[in-house]
């Protein structure tokens, strides 16, 4: 099977197309997922707001030394939402990247948790690192020779200084995308693949590029979409909410009286997301599979 | 190698409109739906007295107005979206189509649109990116010979740049502008296709763009014209029209909308020539190019069945 950009941004459709039951799947992964981070981080998310509400009170007042507890019931949320949220990630991920390489193992909505979706949060957490030190370093070095130029007024410096970030931005997106098919690797192969996307996508560079662009595009046509279909639903629910009321409220009194909204909102944003994860995850795992020529044969 | 012919592609939506004077009102019709059903909702809510007497006693319309407003808006920017790739496929399903007819006016709703929504919003989305580039470099490039140029040779060089700017866009505009009728053609996302078909053709696209500009131009100073002239006379009907409105015609303005009994038949009259205008202008944003895309592709005498003829369309 050979590879095209465009036929490839298709496969999310595709994935709903052969199972629609995997939308719901995924809708109900993300509300269980909500839910948990939600219960585990009902504390520290409560002292936030109290810490909020605090903040509010002394008004314009308010020194440095005030803003201390709010920033700290801040990051104690952290600990608990970024493991977790690495964790559902890599579930979602292992999911959709197995929809595409191997559509008969559909129990589940293709959700599991077992090693494919560790080696996928090792994998995502390790090139997320390796992407923020490229960042650092290509950046870095673009500053420091922007810096220079300025400092020694050399000619045709500011020109010099844009080609040079440009260059930067570039090799930004070329390296995201010569690993953006470790995900795919990581389930299709069973292992920990750091780096083999780096030899699949030799020479797809702009194909892949292509198809990433084409993908985003369509998760915002998807977008679109559903918040025209969802639009009357929270239409109606924001009607009935007494906003007037809501004035000189505090944080938890009006999370109380929005409550039916937000849990209406998050039930539409759930379906929503697990449309777009499909849009826009598979087409990475249909490039895999069609570069490395494996073909799926139950679709044959 | 084959090729096309700019007159006959400016031509096209003229022939278009001749032979489908009824498709054009309705994809007019279809074209102002959006704006029609925001002025509906902004003016059903005005109308309200509750929101007057807020405003009265508050000062201002509420948080609630705004919300519903900020909703509104975005829902007319979506509807906008999605009504312009159907009306933009419709027309370029009628230009494949020649001559034949069709019951529904080539107007659809499936994959087709679809893909012209996106490939639409790739074009904004490449052409965004693109011009931030080329701001930033032509800043730099100023930045950089500010103080080495003479005030003539500066001036110079920035008309240079403007000027390449425009002919770079005009040039990207002509490619990209086959990208959506050949993915009609095709049936598929076909960006590659449609971006090879213009290969060769460039320059005469660049052309075609200048000269469709040209009939824009043209086209809207005597609708503009038009429709200045029937206005007069409108309010000469409705309104009572002497010289003294020259010298306040807001207020005139004002009291011709004091005669809401005449406004429905009114309304209704203009209807038909404001969709048929806009129609018109769907056809000169589309039909040229499905025009050249028919030309340069293998010959085709009908449209493509719609999406619902073929179930098993790959998407």
Do not use: C
């Amino acid at each position: 099977m050979t590879f095209s950009a465009t036929d490839a941004a298709f496969e999310g459709f595709r994935v709903v197309r052969r199972k629609p039951l995997v939308l719901l799947w995924w809708a109900a992964f993300y509300l269980i997922s909500f839910a948990l981070i939600f219960l585990l981080a009902a504390g520290p998310i409560a002292g936030l707001m109290a810490a909020a509400a605090d903040l509010e009170n002394m008004g314009p007042g308010a020194t440095p030394e005030d803003l201390q507890p709010f920033m700290m019931a801040y990051l104690a949320i952290f600990p608990i939402v970024i493991p977790l949220g690495i964790l559902m990630g890599a579930i979602l991920n292992a999911a959709v990247a197995r929809s595409v390489l191997q559509p008969g193992a559909s129990a589940f909505g293709y959700l599991r948790l077992g090693m494919d979706e560790v080696r996928v949060a090792v994998v995502s957490v390790v090139l997320s690192i390796v992407m923020g030190l490229a960042a650092m370093v290509l950046f870095g070095v673009a500053g420091a020779i922007a810096g220079f130029l300025g400092a020694a007024d050399v000619p045709g410096g500011p020109l010099i200084m844009v080609v040079i970030f440009l260059a930067a931005v570039a090799a930004m997106i070329w390296l995201a995308v010569r690993l953006s098919l470790a995900i795919p690797i990581t389930v299709a192969e069973k292992k920990f693949a750091f780096f083999d996307s780096f030899k699949v996508t030799g020479g797809h560079v702009w194909g892949l590029i292509g198809m990433a662009v084409i993908a985003f595009v369509m998760t915002l046509v998807v977008s679109i979409l559903t918040s025209i279909v969802f639009f009357p639903i929270t239409m109606g629910f924001g009607a009935a909410v007494d906003w007037q009321s809501l004035e000189g409220m505090n944080a938890m009194g009006i999370l109380q009286a929005i409550g039916p909204m937000v849990a209406v909102a998050i039930i539409l944003q759930a379906v929503s997301s697990a449309l777009l994860a499909a849009v826009m995850y598979a087409p990475f795992a249909a490039a895999y599979r069609d570069l490395k020529g494996t073909g799926t044969p139950e679709l044959a | 190698m084959k090729t096309f012919d700019i007159m006959e592609a400016v031509a096209e939506p003229f022939r278009q409109a001749g032979r489908r004077p009824l498709a054009t009102i309705v994809w007019g019709l279809v074209g102002l739906l959006p704006t029609a059903i925001l002025f509906a909702l902004v003016f059903s809510v005005m109308g309200q007295g509750g929101l007057m007497d807020a405003v009265e006693t508050q000062g201002d319309l509420g948080p609630e107005f705004g919300l519903l407003l900020n909703a509104w808006a975005n829902l007319a920017q979506v509807l906008d979206l999605i009504v312009g790739a159907v009306v933009i496929a419709a027309v370029t399903r009628a230009t494949f189509a020649v001559r034949r007819k069709d019951a529904a006016f080539f107007l659809r709703l499936g994959w087709d649109e679809f893909r012209v929504a996106v490939i639409y919003l790739l074009i904004i989305i490449l052409a965004v990116v693109a011009l931030a580039v080329i701001v930033l470099i032509a800043v730099a490039i100023g930045a950089s010979t500010w103080s080495l140029l003479s005030p003539l040779a500066r001036t110079l060089l920035f008309t240079g740049m403007v000027l390449g700017l425009v002919v770079l866009s005009l040039w990207f505009a002509g490619r990209a502008s086959l990208l959506i009728p050949t993915a009609i053609l095709h049936r598929r996302l076909a960006i590659d296709e449609g971006w090879k078909l213009g290969r060769g053709q460039s320059w005469k696209l660049f052309g075609l763009m200048v000269m469709l500009f040209i009939v824009v131009l043209a086209v809207a100073l005597v609708m503009m014209l038009v429709v200045v002239l029937v206005a007069l006379a409108v309010g000469a009907v409705v309104g009572g029209m002497d010289w003294t409105m020259l010298e306040d015609p807001e207020d005139w303005a004002m009291g011709v909308g004091s005669n809401p009994w005449i406004w429905g038949p009114v309304a209704a009259l203009i209807l038909i020539p404001v969709a048929w205008v806009q129609g018109f202008f769907h056809l000169l944003g589309s039909a040229p190019f499905a025009h050249v895309v028919r030309e340069l592709s293998a010959d085709r005498d009908s449209a493509p069945d719609s999406a619902a003829d073929n179930p098993d369309e790959s998407v």
